[in-house]
């Protein structure tokens, strides 16, 4: 049983649309972790949380502690955000990582 | 600043084979990762060390080594090589832990056992 799960596993989005991406967990964390896997292969570290919400330019970040949940938001998708977006959390001592969720934003 | 570097970007091991995967960070960070990506799978961590000299297990430690002697650099080692081992592997760095600071992900290496 993974403790880190993402939804949707896929997501087509055309541009300019608002999208979330969501995680759920079910073990207790300290912190959670979004990350931007280019289809190159390449990550990058997009926020990490421990309450509340984040923004950075046209994303946003929140996580509910109470209910073991995080969502991504992206505003006014581009076709550059196509990438796979993982979710990861501190549990115990060990890093924990969802599956991801591919999204693909059209033209 | 480099970053974080790996090497090989890629390689093809005979089973029983052994190699070594070479990460070097400049951005003076004291924790480091070792995590492999299988395909439609989610990243394991494998070995994290948080400074010279110190190193622990992760979720999947089976069939690997490292060792920690600079601040810099962070080996993983395959000592014999085996299918299961086929993966993406990635090095991190970040200055503090993963509960109070950003990884910084090195661009990965393929490694394929045959």
């Known amino acids: 049983k993974n403790e880190v799960e993402q939804s949707p596993q896929n997501l087509t989005a055309q541009e300019g649309e608002f999208i979330t991406i969501n995680c759920s967990y079910s073990?207790?964390?300290?912190?959670l972790h979004w990350l931007q896997q280019h289809p190159g292969g390449g990550i990058v570290s997009l926020f990490m949380?421990?309450?509340g919400k984040k923004k950075h330019g046209r994303l946003i970040a929140t996580i509910n502690i109470q209910e073991k949940h995080s969502s991504l938001h992206i505003t006014a998708s581009h076709p550059r955000d196509s990438a796979v977006y993982i979710c990861?959390?501190?549990?115990?001592?060990?890093?924990?990582f969802g599956a991801g969720t591919r999204l693909t934003v059209k033209p | 600043n480099a970053g974080v570097t790996q090497t090989p970007k890629f390689r093809i091991l005979k089973i029983g084979q052994s190699m070594t995967l070479q990460c070097t960070q400049d951005?003076?960070?004291?924790?480091m990762y070792w995590y492999r990506q299988d395909p439609g799978m989610g990243l394991k961590l494998i070995y994290y060390?948080?400074?010279?000299?110190?190193?622990d297990k992760g979720e999947v430690p089976n069939g690997y080594n490292v060792s920690r002697s600079t601040t810099e650099d962070f080996p993983l080692r395959l000592e014999l090589a085996a299918p299961s081992q086929t993966s993406v592997y990635f090095c991190?760095?970040?200055?503090?832990?993963?509960?109070?600071?950003?990884?910084?992900f090195g661009p990965g290496t393929r490694l394929t056992v045959l």
């Open positions: 991190a760095s970040s200055l503090a832990g993963f509960s109070t600071d950003t990884q910084y």
């Open positions: 073990v207790g964390i300290s912190a």
């Open positions: 949380l421990s309450s």
């Open positions: 990861a959390v501190l549990f115990r001592s060990d890093m924990r």
């Open positions: 951005m003076n960070h004291n924790y």
């Open positions: 060390s948080v400074g010279a000299g110190i190193t």
